[in-house]
């Protein structure tokens, strides 16, 4: 079912808007945790709702490029699924440039050597901790994955390949991994690096060839996000702003043109960006996340419960 801005609008109570507004009181327990990998690197996870692990679905929040699990709506997002009853990680991946300050980019040199298929390696290995007891013992063995931009494509990519996985929400995806024409190819291989401009904080992170080598070596399969798609076969729930200019709308709309559409649902946000406006570091929430909140929550409830 496709769910428009034009077909269905979500209107929030006034009062309930002031209530968020002034005060969110969310009653779970939180805790940190560092998974190191079996390359040695450190996966730094936040686990919320501690208290609903042994009998509550898990849900996984997976950032995306320049994103980091302590960015702007993170947190909250977090708070939120597990005040609904899940329990809840969310990590960085251990090459995304983030270290020990764990707001900051203070690990540049690790971000240039970060590859698309160490970050499926490493989610995958987040789950085998999951479900081998990292965290705590489960009774419980639905997990849901809930990606944004590219890490919206990292988790439909892993979904495929991971039968554990039972649904999977995708805000601000990308459909694919190549987004870089020839002639930026042909300067990156002749530089070494490619450099990207970060606009929050001004600071120029470079990639390596590294990087480019893994998607022209697997994009055809591993890295095919369409493909995965096509074979997915699980519920999916795709949520994407009408504005986005990082990651068009046109590119939500071929995910969902691939998909099942008995297992798939488009929600088009009005007016919103690549965040749904929502700042970092946080400000707030708004009607249009709350709304966004709410639809992936029935989604993930219907899916995982």
Same mark, same amino acid.
């Given at each position: ?192 690096? &490619? %450099?990207? $401009?970060?606009?929050? !904080?001004? *600071?120029?992170?470079?990639? =390596? ?79 249009? &996340? %709350?709304? $966004?909140?709410?639809? !992936?929550? *029935?989604?993930?409830?219907? =899916?995982?419960?």
């Amino acid at each position: 079912m496709l769910i428009s801005h034009k077909s269905k609008k979500f209107d929030l109570c006034p009062v309930f808007l002031t209530f968020l507004t002034l005060i969110t009181i969310f009653d779970t327990m939180s805790k940190d945790f560092i998974l190191t990998t079996e390359k040695h690197d450190s996966l730094r996870i936040t686990a919320f709702g501690i208290e609903n692990l042994r009998l509550s679905p898990c849900l996984i929040f997976v950032p995306g490029f320049k994103g980091f699990k302590d960015w702007g709506f993170g947190p909250y997002i977090g708070n939120y699924f597990s005040s609904k009853g899940f329990f809840v990680l969310s990590f960085n991946f251990s090459h995304n440039g983030v270290g020990q300050s764990l707001t900051e980019f203070d690990e540049l040199d690790r971000f240039a050597a970060n590859t698309f298929s160490l970050e499926l390696d490493e989610l995958s290995q987040l789950i085998n901790a999951y479900f081998n007891g990292f965290f705590g013992g489960t009774s419980n063995n639905k997990l849901g994955l809930l990606g944004h931009s590219r890490g919206g494509g990292i988790s439909l990519l892993t979904a495929c390949q991971r039968p554990e996985v039972n649904a999977v929400g995708a805000w601000s995806s990308v459909s694919t991994f190549d987004r870089y024409s020839k002639r930026q190819k042909e300067v990156w291989r002749k530089r070494g690096v &490619f %450099e990207v $401009i970060n606009t929050r !904080t001004k *600071q120029v992170m470079k990639l =390596n060839v590294s990087l480019l080598d893994d998607l022209e070596k697997n994009k055809d399969d591993r890295l095919n996000i369409e493909k995965a798609v096509r074979e997915l076969n699980k519920p999916l729930f795709i949520v994407h702003g009408e504005q986005d200019l990082a990651v068009p709308l046109e590119e939500a709309e071929k995910l969902y043109a691939l998909a099942d559409k008995d297992l798939t649902d488009l929600y088009v946000v009005p007016a919103a960006g690549h965040t749904f406006d929502i700042k970092h570091p946080f400000e707030g929430t708004n009607e249009k &996340f %709350e709304a $966004i909140l709410e639809k !992936t929550y *029935q989604f993930f409830n219907n =899916n995982l419960n």
